[in-house]
């Protein structure tokens, strides 16, 4: 037994002196900032300390190192974390999404503090499940001025309401569509209609632009997760010859440097199956994202969407969309950037302001920028 087996008496010996260091609890973190993934948690800790108005996205710091004197910082005040309710210290404690602070200064932290800020590790996360719900995914806090996602809120569970400005995948200056809707059990029925707010005053590059009138229409997302949705759409209200001579005139149709094509316009008049298929992700921790391929009044959709995405210290929102096909206008590309924490007090998280840009063909017959413009969103809940 003895030289035949040896190799096994030799791993249950190297067992044995590693047991006792595999048996060791990870180290406790007792000082550590709390990373702003949950608003619910926040806002309580403020109110408790009676902090007017909370700031979803403060600066929290646990210091729980001395059992005599245990503090919370928020925004750089210091408080004694006794101060707040036996709940709210416990969920703190427990929170999962903690960034140490304990670590120790040496020559090479130059270098690996700003690596570590940028949370490699943290890029690409599941999504949460109110993202993945067929029937809860509509709700969302962020309403956008120019395009986007969907401004939507619940009345009880599943039963809401969503409004936007633009289509879901239309830039700045590009339309005068808005919807409202309703929503119960996944299924969205709503009206569509026109307000020239947005494009009344944008006098150039109008040709690639995109024009509704009074419509209706029904959707339903697939019960199997928030990742196929459905629906008809349908225009009810014919454009007169003031509004085509408003949205048509001579002065935005443009001719190709050969004559052979004509860009103009795009009236939306008639019966439409549109469709999107989506795949919700947490990237670089936004609180709400997604990435889709969707056809909508028979053009073709590929892009993304995040909000509330955390870089090296900053929070931002992104979105890339590209109309890659249509038989009424030349493909596009829309990319917008929206900077949050620019403002102060109650704006520092409701508010995200940033550049919006369209890539196209211009007026010139040339590949170009047709729309750039500030867009802007407001937070006006809690995120999930």
Same mark, same amino acid.
């Given at each position: 037994?003895?030289?035949?087996?040896?190799?096994?008496?030799?791993?249950?010996?190297?067992?044995?002196?590693?047991?006792?260091?595999?048996?060791?609890?990870?180290?406790?973190?007792?000082?550590?900032?709390?990373?702003?993934?949950?608003?619910?948690?926040?806002?309580?800790?403020?109110?408790?300390?009676?902090?007017?108005?909370?700031?979803?996205?403060?600066?929290?710091?646990?210091?729980?190192?001395?059992?005599?004197?245990?503090?919370?910082?928020?925004?750089?005040?210091?408080?004694?974390?006794?101060?707040?309710?036996?709940?709210?210290?416990?969920?703190?404690?427990?929170?999962?999404?903690?960034?140490?602070?304990?670590?120790?200064?040496?020559?090479? !932290?130059?270098?690996?503090?700003?690596?570590?800020?940028?949370?490699?590790?943290?890029?690409?996360?599941?999504?949460?499940?109110?993202?993945? !719900?067929?029937?809860?995914?509509?709700?969302?806090?962020?309403?956008?001025?120019?395009?986007?996602?969907?401004?939507?809120?619940?009345?009880?569970?599943?039963?809401?309401?969503?409004?936007?400005?633009?289509?879901?995948?239309?830039?700045?200056?590009?339309?005068?569509?808005?919807?409202?809707?309703?929503?119960?059990?996944?299924?969205?029925?709503?009206?569509?209609?026109?307000?020239?707010?947005?494009?009344?005053?944008?006098?150039?590059?109008?040709?690639?632009?995109?024009?509704?009138?009074?419509?209706?229409?029904?959707?339903?997302?697939?019960?199997?997760?928030?990742?196929?949705?459905?629906?008809?759409?349908?225009?009810?209200?014919?454009?007169?010859?003031?509004?085509?001579?408003?949205?048509?005139?001579?002065?935005?149709?443009?001719?190709?440097?050969?004559?052979?094509?004509?860009?103009?316009?795009?009236?939306?008049?008639?019966?439409?199956?549109?469709?999107?298929?989506?795949?919700?992700?947490?990237?670089?921790?936004?609180?709400?994202?997604?990435?889709?391929?969707?056809?909508?009044?028979?053009?073709?959709?590929?892009?993304?969407?995040?909000?509330?995405?955390?870089?090296?210290?900053?929070?931002?929102?992104?979105?890339?969309?590209?109309?890659?096909?249509?038989?009424?206008?030349?493909?596009?590309?829309?990319?917008?950037?929206?900077?949050?924490?620019?403002?102060?007090?109650?704006?520092?998280?409701?508010?995200?302001?940033?550049?919006?840009?369209?890539?196209?063909?211009?007026?010139?017959?040339?590949?170009?920028?047709?729309?750039?413009?500030?867009?802007?969103?407001?937070?006006?809940?809690? !995120?999930?």
């Amino acid at each position: 037994m003895g030289i035949k087996n040896s190799p096994f008496y030799i791993i249950l010996f190297f067992l044995c002196l590693c047991l006792p260091i595999f048996a060791q609890e990870e180290e406790p973190i007792r000082y550590y900032q709390l990373e702003p993934l949950d608003d619910s948690l926040f806002i309580k800790i403020q109110e408790e300390l009676f902090i007017d108005p909370p700031d979803p996205k403060a600066e929290i710091i646990a210091d729980l190192r001395d059992l005599a004197n245990q503090t919370i910082s928020v925004k750089g005040a210091l408080y004694p974390f006794l101060a707040l309710s036996e709940e709210t210290r416990s969920r703190i404690i427990t929170y999962p999404f903690k960034i140490s602070l304990e670590e120790s200064i040496t020559y090479t !932290s130059l270098f690996t503090r700003v690596i570590n800020k940028l949370r490699f590790d943290k890029i690409i996360n599941t999504p949460t499940a109110f993202q993945i !719900s067929s029937t809860l995914g509509y709700i969302n806090p962020f309403l956008q001025f120019m395009g986007g996602e969907r401004f939507g809120f619940a009345l009880k569970n599943d039963v809401g309401f969503s409004f936007g400005i633009g289509t879901p995948y239309s830039g700045v200056l590009e339309t005068n569509f808005f919807e409202l809707n309703f929503h119960i059990l996944g299924l969205r029925a709503g009206l569509f209609s026109n307000d020239d707010t947005f494009i009344e005053h944008k006098f150039d590059n109008n040709h690639n632009n995109i024009y509704f009138k009074l419509g209706y229409q029904i959707n339903y997302v697939v019960p199997f997760g928030n990742f196929f949705e459905f629906g008809y759409m349908n225009t009810t209200e014919n454009f007169g010859q003031s509004k085509i001579e408003k949205y048509r005139p001579e002065s935005s149709i443009v001719y190709s440097k050969d004559s052979s094509k004509i860009y103009d316009p795009y009236l939306v008049d008639g019966k439409f199956f549109n469709w999107e298929f989506r795949y919700p992700i947490k990237i670089l921790e936004a609180t709400r994202a997604k990435f889709y391929i969707a056809k909508y009044v028979n053009e073709y959709h590929i892009g993304f969407t995040g909000r509330e995405m955390s870089l090296a210290g900053s929070v931002f929102d992104f979105r890339f969309d590209a109309m890659v096909s249509s038989k009424e206008r030349e493909p596009q590309y829309i990319i917008e950037a929206l900077i949050q924490k620019i403002f102060g007090n109650w704006a520092f998280s409701a508010v995200a302001i940033g550049p919006s840009v369209i890539l196209t063909r211009t007026n010139e017959d040339k590949f170009g920028i047709t729309s750039i413009f500030v867009n802007a969103r407001l937070k006006a809940g809690t !995120s999930f």
